[in-house]
C-alpha cells in the first residue's frame, strides 16, 4: 500500500512509455483491476493499421494474458486527436476518447506523444496545458489502472534500426507493457530485463528487456 500511494504522487515521464495515473489512493490494487480487466481485450486500429502489425499483437497478449482478444472495426483518426504541432496525435486524448469499462488498447501506426513536464492529472488532461508545448513522442500510453491504453507501430520511432522480427517483438513488448499499467503495475525497478522496466525508455532498453514479468510483477497480477 505504501509502494502505491508513493507511485501515485511519484511523476515519471518517460521517452517510451508513461502512465496516467488515476488517483484512488483508497482502493489497493487488486480491488481496482476489477471485472474489466479479466474480461475480452478489444483491440481499435486507429486509422489504417497494417493487419500483420495488429497478428503480431495478439500473439503476444495471447502468451501472457490468458483474455479473449477481439479486433473491433478501425476508428477514424480524426482532428480533435492531433496534438498541437498537428504531425503527432495526442496519446492523453486518445486514452480520454476511447476510455471504457472494457479493456481497450488502441493501435496506431502514426506517431503519438505527450507532454514533457506536465504536472500529472487527477485522472485525465488535456493538452495544451498553458505555457507547456513541449511534445515528447512515445512508444504507448497507459492508465494506470484503467482499461485503455494506446500503442503506436510508428516506423521512424519503433522501427528504428529494425527488422520485422525486432519489430515484432518490441510491439509486442508495448502492448504487454501498456496493458501491464492498466492492470495496476507501475514501473519496475527489480529486474532490468522485466517487461515493466523503464529506466530510461528508450528503444535500446525495450530491446533489452524479455518477454517475461519478474516475479514481483507476476505476484501483484496473480499470474
Ligand atoms: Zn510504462
Ligand atoms: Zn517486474
New binding site residues.
Given amino acids: 500500500m505504501k509502494t502505491l500511494l508513493l507511485a501515485i504522487v511519484q511523476l515519471?515521464y518517460?521517452l517510451?512509455?508513461?502512465?496516467n495515473k488515476i488517483k484512488q489512493p483508497s482502493r489497493t490494487i487488486r480491488e481496482e483491476k476489477g471485472e474489466g480487466n479479466l474480461g475480452a481485450i478489444h483491440i481499435i486500429p486507429l486509422g489504417k493499421v497494417r493487419k500483420d502489425l495488429i497478428e503480431d499483437v495478439i500473439d503476444g497478449l495471447q502468451s501472457f494474458y490468458h483474455q479473449e482478444i477481439i479486433v473491433e472495426s478501425t476508428a477514424l483518426l480524426t482532428e480533435d486527436l492531433l496534438a498541437p504541432s498537428r504531425t503527432r496525435y495526442n496519446a492523453n486524448e486518445i486514452l480520454n476518447k476511447f476510455n471504457s469499462t472494457k479493456n481497450i488498447l488502441i493501435i496506431t501506426e502514426k506517431d503519438i506523444s505527450t507532454f514533457k513536464g506536465v504536472k500529472q492529472p487527477e485522472k485525465f488532461y488535456n493538452a495544451p496545458v498553458k505555457g507547456i508545448t513541449k511534445e515528447w513522442g512515445i512508444f504507448?500510453?497507459?492508465l494506470?489502472p484503467g482499461n485503455v491504453c494506446v500503442i503506436s507501430a510508428f516506423e521512424k520511432r519503433l522501427g528504428k534500426n529494425s527488422t520485422p522480427k525486432l519489430l515484432k517483438e518490441r510491439l509486442q513488448k508495448i502492448a504487454i507493457?501498456?496493458l501491464?499499467?492498466n492492470k495496476g503495475l507501475?514501473?519496475c525497478n527489480k529486474n532490468t530485463e522485466c517487461l515493466?522496466h523503464?529506466a530510461d525508455?528508450s528503444i535500446k532498453q525495450v530491446d533489452n528487456e524479455k518477454l517475461f514479468f519478474c516475479e514481483d510483477c507476476r505476484k501483484i497480477l496473480g499470474i
Avoid at 517510451?16 to 502512465?19: A, F, H, L, T, V
Wanted: proline share 0%; aromatic share 0%; glycine share 22%.
Fill in positions: 515519471i518517460l517510451s512509455c508513461q502512465q504507448g500510453l497507459g494506470r507493457h501498456e501491464g499499467h507501475e514501473h515493466m523503464a525508455g
